[in-house]
C-alpha cells in the first residue's frame, strides 16, 4: 500500500475476521449440531458442546431415509444438466461466432433473452409443458382441425416427462448465460486461427474438434463444474418437477426431513443431512476455487 | 461479430438448433402458454377452457392481496440485493487490501456457493428457532424477543440474514476482481496529490467498479426473486399472515395447491413484466452512470 | 389325464390372467398413515393372485391432486386415487372420475356411516366415491398434566374449556390448550356441531352460487374468544410452541389439551400412551350437538381405463371395505371404520375396550349425532385456497395486524371472490 494506514487495515482486517465468523459459524453449528444425539439435543437444546453421535445420525441418514439415493440423483442430474448446457452452448455460440447468415443476430438474441427470467417465474407452465412435451405438435396438428380431417381423430401425443432425469435436467438447461460466455470467450480467439484452418482445407466442424474445442478445455472445464453446482444446488424446479423419493434431488429431500410432524424435529440428523448435500458441492469449489472464480470473472470483462 | 468466417447457413442453423429446441420448448413455450391462459379461465382437469379477455387481470389487478404481495416483492428484491451486494463490498474493499487474512478469506467468502438456498432455510430456522435456537436463552429473559414465526419484522431479519449469506461469494468475487484490476497507479497518483484513503475510495475505486456494481446489482435483483423461493418454503411458508407471500411463492401456492391454473397464470404475466420493467430501468438509471472506460 | 388337467390349469391360468392387471392408487398421506396404506396394500397382494395393486405415496395430498391433474391433462392418471375432503367438488365438477356407486352397482353403500357418506354424496343421495381413511374431530387431553390442575374429566363446552385452562396455569402448565386454528378445526367443525352454516345453499349443497356466511356470529365469537384466550395465555398456536406444531406440543407434554383428528390418535397414543384422554369436541352452552364432518379422504375412481384394470380395482376397493382391513386400519392410524358392519364388528370382538380403538367409538358418536343440512359437509368450489386465506387472513389477527372481526369480513368477501370465479370456470356446469 502506499501510504502507511496501520489504522485502516486494522479495520479492514477486523471486517474480514467478521465477514469470516458470519460465513464460518452457521457452518460450525451445522458441524456440532450433527454430533449430537437427537436425546442430548431434547435434554439441552441448543448447545455448541460436540456430541458423539455423528457416526449414528450418518448411519441413521444413510439406512433410514431416502438422501443417499437422492444425493446420487443429484450427481446425476447435476452432470446431465452442466454437460447438456456446455454441449448446447458451444454448438450455439460457435455458429454465432464464426457462421455469416442473416439468422445469427436473432439466434443470440434469442438465447441471451433467456437470461433476463428464470424458470422460477414461470413454474406453473413450464410444468405444464414438460407434463407433456408433444404440447405443441398437437396443437399445430390441431389448429384448424386440418389433422382430424386428414386422419379421422385430432391428433393427441402424450410425452410426459415428470419424474424423470430428463424432465428435472432439460428446463434448467433452457438458459442462454453460458452460451454469452462462451461467445465472449471465443470472440477473444484470434480470427487467424479459423482461416488458417480453412487454408489447411479444415472444414467447420474439424475446425471446432480440432481446434477450438482443445483451446478452450480450460473455460468449458470450469464452466462446467460451476454449472455442476449450479443445479445441485436448485430447489424449485426439483421440487415441482419430481414428486417420487426416487427421482428427488438431495437438497429437495433435505427439505422434507424438516416435514416429519408428530414430535420435535430431530435437528441432529436435519444437520447431518445438511452435511450430505452440502458436501460434494463444497468439496468442488474449495479444489476447483481459482478455476470458477478465473471462469467467472471472464464473462464479466 | 466481425469474426463470421464460414458461410454454410444450413450449419449455422444446425448448430443453432438444440439449444433453441430447448429454449423453446421451456422458456417461449411456457411464456406463450402462461399469456394464453391468463387470457382464458382453464379448468384444472382440461375439461374446458373458456377465453374471458382480461377479466383475469381485473382480478387480479382489483385483490389487495396481490398488491400486498407485489409490494412486498418489490421491497424484497431491493433490500435482499441492496443488503447483500452492500455486504460484498465492504468485504470485497477489505479483502483488496494485502492482509494477512486476505487469502483465507478469499477462499471461505466462496462457500455458500455451494449451499442450496433450500438448506441454508433449513440450517437457518433451526439456528434462529425461537425456542430452540441460538437466541432461546434471550427468549428466556424476556419473553417476546425474537419470535420471527409471529413477528414480521424478525422474519424478514431472518430471510434477510440467510439471503446475505448466500449471496456473498457471486457478488464479492466480481467486485474483487473489479478492484483488483484498477491500476496501482492511480493509486498512488491519488495519494500524491494527497487524496485520503476515504477519498480515494470515493474518487477511485467506486467510480472505476462501475461495470462490475451495475453487473452484480443487476444479476442479485434477479436472484433475489428466484432464490426466495427455496428460502420462504423452508422458513416461512409465506407467514406470518401472508407477510412473506411473495409474488413467486403465492403463484406457486395458487397454481399448485390451489389449482388456479388462471390466476397462477395471470400473475405470472404480470411478475415477468415486472421483473422487465425492473432491469430496464436499471439498464437506463445505473448504465448511465457506468464508466466503462479502463 | 394328466395332460388335460395341464391343460386346464394352463386355460385357467390365461383366463385369469386375461382378467388380472396392475394397478395404481395414489394416496397423498405420510407417516402412521402412509405405512397402514402400504399394509393394506401388501396385504391385498398377499391375498389374491390375480390383480396387482401399486400404491404410491405422493408426500401430500396437495401434492397428490396437484400431481393428478397433470398426469389426467396428460392422459396418465392412476385407476384410483385418494383425494382429501376440500377437493370434493372440484372433483366432482372435473369429468375425469366416476360416481363409486355406478363403478359397483353391487356393493353394499347403504352400510356406510352417514356421517361418512354424507360428505362424499351430491345432494340426492349419489355417492360419488369410497371413503377411506375418515377422521372427525375431537378433544384431547393429557390425563397427568390435567391431574396437576385437579381435573379429572375433559371439558364438554368452551367455558369450560377456558375454566379448565386457567386452573391448569394457575397449577403451572405454560400452555394449557393448544390448536393451530385451522378453518378444518375453527371453522367447519365447529359450524357443523353447532348446527351453522358457514355459506348459504347449505354450504353448497344447493348449487354453486352459494356465499359465505360465517363472518357473523358463532364463529366470529368463538375466534374472537380464542384470540381473548391466546393472550390470557390460555391458548398457544403453533407458532407460539416450542415443537411448532400442536400435534407435536401436545405428544411432548409441553400442552395439556388440544382439539385434533381422530388422525392424531396414532402418534399422541404412541407417544403418551394411556396419558391420553379423548372425548367428543366442546360446545358453546346453549347450542344442541349436531354431527362433527368426517375428515381425512375418500377414494374415486377416474375415468379413461380398460375393463381389467376396473377389475382390479373394484377388487380393491371391496378389500379395503372388508371389516378387518378397516379395523387393523384403524387400530395402526386412529381414523374411524366407516361402515356400521365394520364398527359392530369391532364392538363384537374382544378388542373393542382396548385403548387403542378409542377413537372409534368417540369419532363415530361424533359423527353419528343428529344432523342437519349444514351438517352434512363443504361443497364449495376452490375450497383448498379458501383455507389458505383463512389462515392468512386469522393469522394477521392472532398477531395483532388487524382484528379478528376484520380478518373474518375480508376472509369471507375474499372466499366469495372465489365462489364466482369457480361459478364462471364450471359455467353451464350442472352441480349433480
Given at each position: ?301 | ?20 429446441i430447448v429454449l423453446f420448448l421451456f422458456f417461449y413455450l411456457p411464456i406463450i402458454l402462461a399469456f394464453c391462459w391468463a387470457f382464458h379461465l382453464e379448468q384444472p382437469f382440461g375439461g374446458g377452457s373458456q377465453f374471458v379477455g382480461l377479466a383475469n387481470f381485473r382480478r387480479v389487478l382489483g385483490s389487495s392481496e396481490f398488491w400486498s404481495s407485489a409490494g412486498a416483492t418489490l421491497l424484497y428484491m431491493v433490500l435482499a440485493s441492496g443488503t447483500s451486494v452492500a ?208 | ?365 361424533s359423527l353419528n349425532q343428529p344432523g342437519g343440512a349444514d351438517s352434512r359437509g363443504i361443497r364449495l368450489g376452490f375450497y383448498v385456497q379458501f383455507r389458505d386465506i383463512f389462515m392468512e387472513e386469522t393469522q394477521k389477527a392472532f398477531t395483532g395486524g388487524q382484528s379478528m372481526q376484520a380478518a373474518l369480513d375480508s376472509a369471507a368477501d375474499r372466499g366469495n371472490a372465489l365462489l364466482r370465479r369457480f361459478e364462471q370456470t364450471y359455467q353451464g356446469a350442472e352441480l349433480?
Amino acid at each position: 500500500m502506499i501510504e502507511n494506514t496501520r489504522s485502516i487495515d486494522r479495520v479492514a482486517t477486523a471486517i474480514l475476521i467478521a465477514g469470516l465468523a458470519f460465513v464460518l459459524a452457521p457452518l460450525a453449528v451445522v458441524v456440532i449440531t450433527a454430533t449430537q444425539s437427537y436425546e442430548d439435543f431434547l435434554a439441552r437444546n441448543f448447545s455448541l458442546v460436540p456430541g458423539t453421535h455423528f457416526a449414528g445420525n450418518f448411519r441413521e441418514i444413510w439406512t433410514r431415509t431416502d438422501l443417499p439415493r437422492q444425493t446420487l440423483n443429484s450427481v446425476i442430474v447435476g452432470a446431465i444438466t452442466a454437460a447438456g448446457r456446455i454441449a448446447l452452448a458451444v454448438t450455439t455460440s460457435y455458429a454465432v461466432v464464426y457462421f455469416a447468415g442473416r439468422g445469427r443476430g436473432l439466434v443470440y438474441a434469442a438465447v441471451v433473452a433467456s437470461i433476463m427470467l428464470p424458470l422460477e417465474l414461470m413454474i406453473i407452465t413450464a410444468y405444464q409443458v414438460t407434463a407433456n412435451v408433444a404440447l405443441p405438435l398437437d396443437a399445430v396438428a390441431n389448429m384448424g382441425g386440418w389433422w382430424g380431417a386428414l386422419f379421422g381423430a385430432p391428433l393427441d401425443l402424450q410425452w410426459n416427462l415428470l419424474d424423470t432425469y430428463a424432465g428435472i435436467s432439460v428446463p434448467m438447461m433452457a438458459q442462454g448465460s453460458c452460451t454469452l460466455i462462451l461467445v465472449q470467450f471465443f470472440r477473444t480467439i484470434p480470427p487467424q486461427l479459423a482461416r488458417a484452418a480453412i487454408i489447411d482445407g479444415a472444414g467447420p466442424l474439424r475446425f471446432l474438434r480440432d481446434i477450438l474445442l482443445p483451446l478452450s478445455k480450460g473455460p468449458l472445464t470450469a464452466l462446467g463444474i460451476y454449472m455442476f453446482i449450479s443445479a445441485w444446488v436448485q430447489y424449485m424446479w426439483p421440487l415441482v418437477a419430481a414428486s417420487s423419493p426416487a427421482r428427488t434431488m438431495a437438497v429437495v429431500g433435505l427439505a422434507r426431513l424438516q416435514e416429519d410432524a408428530e414430535r420435535i424435529p430431530d435437528f441432529p440428523l436435519q444437520m447431518t443431512g445438511a452435511i450430505l448435500v452440502t458436501l460434494p458441492p463444497l468439496i468442488l469449489i474449495a479444489l476447483f476455487q481459482r478455476r470458477i472464480v478465473r471462469g467467472l470473472t471472464l464473462s464479466e470483462k | 461479430m466481425k469474426q463470421a468466417i464460414f458461410r454454410a447457413r444450413f450449419l449455422l442453423w444446425g448448430l443453432a438448433a438444440p439449444q433453441l429446441i430447448v429454449l423453446f420448448l421451456f422458456f417461449y413455450l411456457p411464456i406463450i402458454l402462461a399469456f394464453c391462459w391468463a387470457f382464458h379461465l382453464e379448468q384444472p382437469f382440461g375439461g374446458g377452457s373458456q377465453f374471458v379477455g382480461l377479466a383475469n387481470f381485473r382480478r387480479v389487478l382489483g385483490s389487495s392481496e396481490f398488491w400486498s404481495s407485489a409490494g412486498a416483492t418489490l421491497l424484497y428484491m431491493v433490500l435482499a440485493s441492496g443488503t447483500s451486494v452492500a455486504a460484498a463490498l465492504v468485504l470485497a474493499l477489505a479483502a483488496d487490501r494485502a492482509l494477512k487474512v486476505s487469502p483465507l478469506a478469499r477462499n471461505v467468502f466462496i462457500w455458500p456457493k455451494a449451499v442450496a438456498s433450500a438448506s441454508i432455510g433449513v440450517i437457518f430456522v433451526f439456528i434462529l428457532n425461537p425456542f430452540l435456537g441460538i437466541l432461546a436463552p434471550l427468549n428466556d429473559l424476556w419473553p417476546g424477543f425474537w419470535n420471527p414465526r409471529t413477528n414480521v419484522l424478525h422474519t424478514y431479519i431472518m430471510l434477510f440474514a440467510a439471503n446475505v449469506w448466500n449471496a456473498i461469494p457471486f457478488s464479492f468475487i466480481i467486485l474483487l476482481a473489479g478492484l483488483q484490476a484498477i491500476p496501482q497507479e492511480l493509486h498512488r497518483a491519488g495519494a500524491m496529490d494527497g487524496a485520503g484513503p476515504w477519498r480515494r475510495l470515493r474518487d477511485i475505486q467506486l467510480p472505476l467498479l462501475g461495470p462490475q456494481l451495475f453487473v452484480v446489482i443487476v444479476l442479485e435483483v434477479a436472484d433475489s426473486l428466484s432464490g426466495s423461493f427455496g428460502l420462504i418454503d423452508t422458513m416461512t411458508q409465506g407467514g406470518p399472515g401472508g407477510a412473506t407471500n411473495l409474488l413467486v411463492y403465492k403463484i406457486y401456492s395458487d397454481g399448485f395447491k390451489a389449482y388456479d391454473l388462471s390466476g397462477a397464470a395471470t400473475q405470472t404475466v404480470i411478475l415477468m413484466a415486472l421483473v422487465a420493467c425492473v432491469t430496464g430501468v436499471q439498464y437506463l438509471f445505473l448504465e448511465r452512470k457506468v464508466n466503462y472506460d479502463r | 389325464m394328466p395332460k388335460t388337467s395341464t391343460l386346464s390349469a394352463l386355460a385357467f391360468m390365461a383366463a385369469s390372467a386375461a382378467h388380472a392387471a396392475d394397478i395404481e392408487f395414489w394416496y397423498g398421506n405420510t407417516g402412521t398413515g402412509e405405512e397402514a396404506i402400504q399394509a393394506a396394500c401388501a396385504a391385498f397382494n398377499a391375498a389374491q393372485d390375480d390383480h396387482r395393486a401399486t400404491c404410491v405415496g405422493l408426500g401430500g395430498y396437495e401434492t397428490a391432486m396437484q400431481k393428478a391433474i397433470a398426469a389426467y391433462r396428460s392422459g396418465q392418471h392412476p385407476a384410483l386415487i385418494q383425494f382429501f375432503d376440500a377437493g370434493t367438488l372440484d372433483l366432482m365438477l372435473s369429468g375425469a372420475v366416476m360416481p363409486v356407486q355406478d363403478f359397483e352397482p353391487g356393493a353394499d353403500w347403504g352400510d356406510y356411516i352417514t356421517g361418512a357418506r354424507s360428505y362424499y354424496e351430491t345432494s340426492q343421495g349419489a355417492l360419488y366415491s369410497q371413503p377411506y381413511n375418515g377422521s372427525t374431530l375431537i378433544f384431547y387431553g393429557n390425563r397427568e398434566l390435567l391431574a396437576k390442575a385437579g381435573i379429572d374429566a375433559l371439558p364438554q363446552t368452551w367455558e369450560g374449556v377456558a375454566e379448565a385452562a386457567r386452573a391448569l396455569k394457575a397449577a403451572g402448565v405454560d400452555c394449557p390448550f393448544a390448536t393451530d386454528a385451522h378453518p378444518w378445526r375453527v371453522l367447519e367443525q365447529f359450524s357443523a356441531r353447532h348446527g351453522l352454516s358457514i355459506a348459504t345453499e347449505s354450504n353448497g349443497y344447493g348449487g354453486l352460487d352459494a356465499e359465505y356466511t360465517f363472518n357473523a356470529g358463532p364463529v366470529a365469537q368463538h375466534l374472537q374468544n380464542l384470540a381473548g384466550w391466546r393472550e390470557e395465555g390460555l391458548v398457544k398456536l403453533d407458532a407460539d410452541t416450542a415443537a411448532g406444531k400442536y400435534t407435536t406440543a401436545f405428544n411432548t407434554g409441553e400442552c395439556a389439551m388440544m382439539e385434533g383428528s381422530t388422525g392424531s390418535y396414532g402418534a399422541a397414543f404412541a407417544a403418551l400412551g394411556d396419558k391420553v384422554e379423548i372425548a367428543m369436541a366442546p360446545m358453546y352452552e346453549g347450542y344442541e350437538r349436531h354431527n362433527t364432518l368426517i375428515g381425512g379422504a375418500s377414494i374415486w375412481v377416474m375415468k379413461g381405463h380398460s375393463e381389467a384394470e376396473y377389475d382390479a380395482a373394484r377388487a380393491f376397493l371391496d378389500f379395503l371395505r372388508l371389516d378387518e382391513q378397516q379395523i387393523e386400519f384403524t387400530r395402526a392410524t386412529g381414523y374411524v371404520p366407516v361402515t356400521n358392519s365394520a364398527l359392530a364388528a369391532l364392538e363384537a370382538s374382544d378388542r373393542a375396550g382396548s385403548l387403542e380403538f378409542a377413537t372409534a367409538r368417540i369419532g363415530v358418536d361424533s359423527l353419528n349425532q343428529p344432523g342437519g343440512a349444514d351438517s352434512r359437509g363443504i361443497r364449495l368450489g376452490f375450497y383448498v385456497q379458501f383455507r389458505d386465506i383463512f389462515m392468512e387472513e386469522t393469522q394477521k389477527a392472532f398477531t395483532g395486524g388487524q382484528s379478528m372481526q376484520a380478518a373474518l369480513d375480508s376472509a369471507a368477501d375474499r372466499g366469495n371472490a372465489l365462489l364466482r370465479r369457480f361459478e364462471q370456470t364450471y359455467q353451464g356446469a350442472e352441480l349433480p
